[in-house]
């Protein structure tokens, strides 16, 4: 079985500041992993995926996470935080396994919610 | 290229009523997942469908249901309904073949209070 935990619910940061949201992982298989960002009243929207490619995965809207499997950890940065950026962020690791056609389902975990500061 | 639509975005429902929602996937996609989001238990997974067949099913009571259709749409069943499935409902959906590495695409959901 694979799981997720976000460390901490609530982060705050200052508008300008680093953006560091945590992210752990367990899986029995080498993992698919995931951030997605989620604006009030919308769905999730992909920020950035890691498929065993480059260990440091670049994404939109200038976020970027290094995969550690040492650590088993997925850290989700951003060198300056903007206003705009202030919106729930969801890490998943997917289950997907076998060729194509194979069942897919992502666990996600319980999600971090950014609040920029001015 | 239009992303996953869902219908309806809101909708309310009394306690023992049903209620069906509406998923239509980007062209394409051949898989429809479904998950439940609510503030207590975050994101759950329902159910995803692959050419019209139930391949995965989560940890809920047979009253969640759901279908495919040829066209990949797909739709999902609360019958029922208890206070406790008031919660947005999200649809997403993939390529499901080939090189995929599971990445899903997700609608704005449809957001369910029961009554």
């Known amino acids: 079985a694979q799981s997720v935990t976000q460390l901490g619910s609530h982060v705050s940061v200052s508008e300008g500041a680093l953006v560091l949201l945590r992210c752990n992982y367990s899986s029995s298989v080498p993992p698919y992993l995931f951030w997605y960002v989620q604006y009030p009243n919308q769905g999730l929207q992909l920020l950035l995926k890691y498929t065993s490619a480059a260990t440091l995965v670049k994404g939109i809207n200038g976020f970027e996470a290094e995969f550690k499997k040492s650590e088993t950890s997925f850290h989700l940065t951003k060198p300056s935080a903007h206003m705009s950026d202030a919106a729930e962020y969801f890490c998943a690791v997917s289950d997907l396994r076998g060729s194509s056609g194979s069942a897919r389902q992502l666990t996600f975990g319980s999600g971090t919610q950014l609040t920029v500061l001015p | 290229k239009a992303g996953v639509t869902q219908t309806p975005r809101y909708l309310i429902k009394t306690r023992g009523q049903q209620v069906t929602l509406s998923c239509s996937p980007i062209?394409?996609?051949?898989?429809v997942s479904w998950y439940q989001q609510t503030p207590g238990q975050g994101l759950q997974f329902l159910f995803e469908?692959?050419?019209?067949?139930?391949?995965n099913k989560g940890n809920f009571p047979g009253r969640f249901s759901g279908r495919q259709f040829s066209n990949s749409r797909s739709e999902m069943n609360v019958s029922t309904l208890e206070l406790g499935d008031s919660a947005l409902y999200l649809c997403?959906?993939?390529?499901?073949?080939?090189?995929?590495?599971?990445?899903?695409?997700f609608g704005e959901g449809s957001r369910l209070t029961v009554l």
């Open positions: 997403a959906s993939s390529l499901a073949k080939g090189q995929n590495t599971g990445e899903l695409f």
């Open positions: 469908y692959f050419s019209e067949t139930q391949r």
């Open positions: 062209s394409g996609h051949r898989s």
